[in-house]
């Protein structure tokens, strides 16, 4: 399972910062990742990082969040400063973990966090 924390509600031009834990019995984690739900929106990609680290960010995001993981505390952060009103949504972490047993990798969704950017 994902447990995600962090969310909560900040002034525009303020910091926050997620983190997702990964748990159970884990061979190797994949690409880990954040999404995000606006209210009446669809899910948007936001960051991901491999395990070699290389990342990605959406446009709207770029210099502003930064995400980065642990893999032997088995972690994914996203640190984002400069919020703006618009970055309000519910957050979900994302990874592709292969269980003991498997050969295959499985995506697991953490429950979201949300963040609400307001003044």
């Known amino acids: 399972q994902l447990q995600a924390s962090g969310g909560g509600l900040v002034q525009p031009g303020g910091s926050l910062r997620l983190s997702c834990a990964a748990s159970g019995s884990i061979v190797s984690i994949g690409v880990m990742g954040w999404y995000r739900q606006a209210p009446g929106k669809q899910r948007e990609l936001v960051a991901t990082i491999t395990s070699g680290a290389s990342t990605t960010y959406v446009d709207s995001v770029k210099g502003r969040f930064t995400i980065s993981r ?12 400069s919020l703006k009103p618009e970055d309000t949504a519910v957050y979900y972490c994302k990874a592709g973990i292969r269980r003991s047993g498997n050969t295959y990798y499985t995506d697991y969704w953490g429950q979201g966090t949300l963040v609400t950017v307001s003044s």
């Open 70 to 81: 642990d893999n032997t505390k088995r972690t994914v952060a996203l640190q984002m400063n």
